[in-house]
């Protein structure tokens, strides 16, 4: 069986917005708004077709072996030299053997099916095993044109063989004419264009359904035997209307992707083939044809092997590893449609001495480096000495393949005074997997992206261009691996421990494998009971999620104790030490409901949920609590509820217990911050078998676990320094409960006790939730009990309107509480930013403080008392 048996695209990373161009040209072109939809892909600055062709080749390449191919064959109509083959560079940039054909295909917009044609033809007659063939195109295009809009630039690679043929070939049709809807003399940057009617109707309407019927005819099919027909045509309508003259149904038509690259000239049917390929399943038939002066159509039968492929960027990865620009001037400046000044650093001699490029080749065109045969340590350029100092072999250096190798950036910097088309100039130390470094341009960033440890991959592009004498020098770039950064910005648990109990199905399930997916390694805790906590058990559900957090790449255990006992919270603290030797992490979640009205409410439901809910969390949170402490980190999330927090009719057991959890977390923040240990409550609302028949049916289907557990792995990491706060989450919806206390009342004196009619006539005062406070512990709250209220009638308070603050309240109240003994012998300055009316920025300098005089030693030149008025100070 012969056929393509493997596929690899690529398209550049830079997108320009198609309504840029007419923004910009617009005022000239206003046709052109006609085809303004979407985006064309754009080369950077440093690349051309053949940078293109060499990466398609490598997401071809992914997954096989290099080393038995005998043939490239590179099709582009924008080659960098008209003499100099192309493919050669290319092999010599994939470092394939010198024992292998390198042909270039070009002339033609159908050079790319042509070269394909060509490398099954030549498999087929056993004349060779292996061919790859790559094709891309960068066309360049007068600003403000159709063809500005209409074009893109992109390339895509097909592996022929005849072993784990993933498409067979069966066959292939070839028309030719000399119909030219456009031309490019040998000397010229542009295509002249012949009418696009004339183009559309006499050239792609006609030439293509021949081109495909006599293939049909030659294999004696129908096109009902076609599911996919793969065909450029950037005349929407038309793309459509060809299939409907095949008499195929347009659903089989693959899209001409307009809005989201372009057509990308010879390598556009290679490219929508690779997309076909993607989507395809065992037994599709694709027509793949390619229209040129003429049209070459090719049919092909999707075999098992395709679902065993290696995994690779694609055209879809391609497509979604973008950066839209809507520069429309950078756009000009990287096509060299502008020529601004570049300074004069820009004129140093780039002369490239031939011998030299021979002798390197490997190493300049290839990235191949070194690695000792003695002590294995890769190094980059090869050299005659041994880099590792423990070694120090000489002449002991096998070549070693850097391209594919991944790095980190280690060191980078953005020059500015360097010459460059896309300033600052960006480049800094790359390390290697695996040992070796080089310094490296960084391409395809901006600054702002680059830091220390981004992950990087290597890239094949254009270096320096010697204009004078028309040759384009090569080398190697890194650009950061796409999602990268974010990857690196993101909350990880990496080497934390998190037991989390009740983990086997709802919430819990839904923290575990949060923290799973995200590094932690998890003991899912669940003795799998009923809802009210009565049966045996089950292993089931905690097994099962364990398998989906394997499943997601992470590492748990599953653990099956009942939290209600000491001796069960002991046995679950250990088992996690002896599974991953500590413990960072406990997410008290267990959770069972026995609901019933107060009277109603029998000793054993009492005492069953108090026993899960408030006991285990004792049970656990005190053995995790001690090897916290020793480990100087730890992270504790209680879960309380609504029904605690605020009460529900039916669940007096549950409320206790939860707000239990409450006096829990207050004082264990306490005894946690010396060991940087956390401790917070969330009071979560979650669609879960506990809430299925307490929550309104429609909320029910909308709170999925998942809106809460941000809040939860928040809490949960490292990043958290919040301690002692209760969260209530749910539907995306988060805020704050607290216990705040009221500013109240003094009624009577140290001598009277108030009456009970005190208390009574002091109501309003004493029950008003006003200048409120959150204490942080029992000292903090008996300080304020026993704190006077302010006397001073005159002392406003500062009260908040609509018009903003009161300043001067602000002002007086800081006259009243500041405290000269403290700061005597300082200067002291307030800055406040007060919002509305008369506010804005105020700083308030004190000098000359001294500390109040004793009554027995009356101070002399005392200065008054601190008195403020708003006008006297500085703004
Ligand atoms: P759920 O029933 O889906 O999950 C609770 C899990 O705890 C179950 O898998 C159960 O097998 C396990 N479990 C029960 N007793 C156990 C024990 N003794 N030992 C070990 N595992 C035990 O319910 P859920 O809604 O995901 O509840 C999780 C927590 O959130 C509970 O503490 C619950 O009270 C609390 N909560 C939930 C909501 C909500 O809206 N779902 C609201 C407020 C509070």
């Known amino acids: 069986m012969v056929g393509i048996t493997s596929y690899g695209a690529y398209i550049p990373r830079l997108r320009l917005d198609r309504m840029a161009i007419f923004q910009h040209m617009g005022w000239f072109a206003p046709a052109i708004v006609m085809v303004a939809q979407g985006e064309r892909s754009m080369c950077n600055w440093d690349e051309d077709a053949l940078t293109m062709a060499v990466a398609a080749a490598r997401d071809c390449l992914v997954g096989q072996n290099k080393s038995t191919l005998d043939g490239l064959y590179l099709a582009s109509t924008t080659f960098p030299f008209a003499d100099r083959q192309n493919a050669g560079i290319a ?296 880099v590792n100092p423990n070694c120090g072999a000489h002449h002991s250096q096998d070549d070693y393949e850097f391209a594919d190798v991944p790095a980190k950036v280690k060191t980078f910097t953005g020059d500015l005074l360097a010459v460059s088309v896309d300033p600052p100039h960006k480049y800094g130390m790359i390390q290697f997997a695996g040992g070796g470094r080089m310094m490296a341009d960084f391409t395809d960033c901006a600054f702002d992206d680059l830091k220390v440890g981004l992950p990087m991959q290597m890239v094949f592009r254009k270096r320096v261009a010697d204009k004078e004498r028309g040759f384009v020098n090569y080398f190697w770039k890194a650009v950061p691996v796409p999602g990268a950064a974010a990857e690196m910005d993101k909350i990880r648990y990496d080497g934390r421990v998190a037991v989390i109990t009740g983990a086997g199905a709802g919430l819990g399930r839904a923290y575990a494998l949060e923290l799973g997916a995200r590094g932690a390694q998890v003991v899912v805790n669940d003795l799998g009971g009923a809802r ?91 053995p995790a609590f001690a090897a916290m402490k020793e480990n100087g980190f730890g992270r504790i999330v209680m879960t309380t509820s609504a029904a605690g927090l605020y009460g529900n009719f039916g669940q007096t057991n549950y409320s206790a217990a939860k707000m239990a959890l409450v006096g829990l977390m207050n004082t264990l923040k306490l005894e946690g911050k010396k060991y940087n240990i956390k401790v917070n409550t969330i009071a979560p609302l979650a669609a879960s078998r506990l809430t299925e028949d307490i929550m309104p049916p429609d909320i029910f289907d909308k709170a999925k676990p998942e809106f809460v557990v941000p809040m939860v792995a928040y809490l949960c990491s490292d990043e958290c320094t919040e301690s002692g706060a209760i969260f209530n989450a749910g539907m995306g919806y988060f805020n704050r409960a607290a216990i705040l206390t009221g500013a109240g009342a003094r009624i009577g004196d140290t001598e009277n006790p108030p009456t009970v009619e005190d208390i009574e006539a002091n109501w309003n005062a004493i029950n008003a939730i006003v200048g409120t406070k959150e204490l942080a512990d029992v000292n903090a709250a008996f300080m304020d009990l026993i704190t006077p209220a302010p006397e001073e009638p005159a002392a406003k308070e500062a009260t908040p309107t609509a018009a903003g603050p009161d300043i001067q309240a602000i002002f007086d109240n800081l006259a009243r509480t500041f405290k000269t003994d403290a700061a005597a012998g300082v200067n002291v300055v307030f800055q406040f930013e007060i919002p509305g009316k008369g506010g804005g920025e105020w700083n308030c300098i004190i000098t000359r403080i001294r500390p109040a005089p004793s009554p027995k030693e009356p101070m002399k030149n005392q200065p008054a008392p601190l008195k403020w008025r708003i006008p006297t100070l500085q703004t």
């Open 532 to 622: 009210d906590g009565s049966g045996a058990g089950s292993a089931a559900p905690a097994d099962e999620v364990v398998r989906e957090i394997e499943a997601l790449g992470g590492r748990a255990v599953a653990n099956y104790v009942n939290v209600s006992t000491v001796a069960g919270g002991e046995s679950i603290i250990k088992f996690a030490l002896d599974s991953f030797g500590r413990v960072d992490i406990v997410i008290n979640n267990a959770g069972i409901l026995r609901d019933k009205s107060f009277v109603k409410m029998e000793p054993e439901n009492w005492r069953a949920v108090m026993d899960v809910h408030l006991d285990g969390a004792y049970n656990v949170t005190r």
């Open 91 to 386: 092999a010599t940039a994939l470092n394939l053997t010198s024992s292998i054909l390198a042909a270039d295909f070009t002339a033609s917009q159908k050079a790319g099916t042509n070269a394909l044609l060509a490398a099954l033809e030549s498999v087929k007659s056993g004349d060779r095993r292996n061919i790859l063939v790559t094709a891309a195109d960068k066309r360049e295009t007068k600003p403000g044109y159709f063809y500005e809009m209409w074009f893109g630039d992109g390339a895509a690679a097909m592996l022929v063989g005849g072993e784990d043929v993933i498409a067979e070939y069966k066959g292939s049709h070839s028309v030719s004419y000399d119909f030219v809807p456009h031309y490019r003399g040998s000397e010229k940057q542009y295509d002249y264009m012949w009418e696009e009617r004339w183009t559309r109707d006499e050239g792609y309407a006609k030439i293509i359904p021949e081109a495909v019927n006599g293939l049909l005819d030659k294999l004696e099919l129908t096109i009902a035997d076609v599911d996919r027909l793969v065909y450029p045509c950037f005349f929407k309508a038309e793309h459509k209307n060809i299939a409907r003259k095949l008499g195929a149904d347009p659903e089989k038509v693959m899209g001409n992707m307009h809005e989201e690259c372009g057509e990308t000239g010879v390598a556009h049917p290679l490219l929508m083939l690779a997309r076909a390929l993607e989507e395809a399943r065992p037994g599709d038939r694709i027509v793949v044809a390619g229209f040129g002066q003429g049209c070459s159509a090719l049919y092909f039968v999707v075999t098992e092997a395709i679902e065993k492929l290696a995994p690779r960027s694609g055209v879809s990865g391609s497509l979604a590893n973008k950066e839209t620009t809507d520069n429309y001037a950078k756009w000009l400046k990287f096509r060299e449609l502008i020529d601004p000044e570049m300074g004069i650093r820009a004129e140093a001699p780039t002369q490239t001495a031939m011998t030299t490029l021979w002798r390197k080749r490997d190493m300049i065109l290839g990235l191949v480096g070194g690695k000792c045969r003695e002590c294995r340590t890769p190094q980059f350029p090869k050299m005659d000495i041994c």
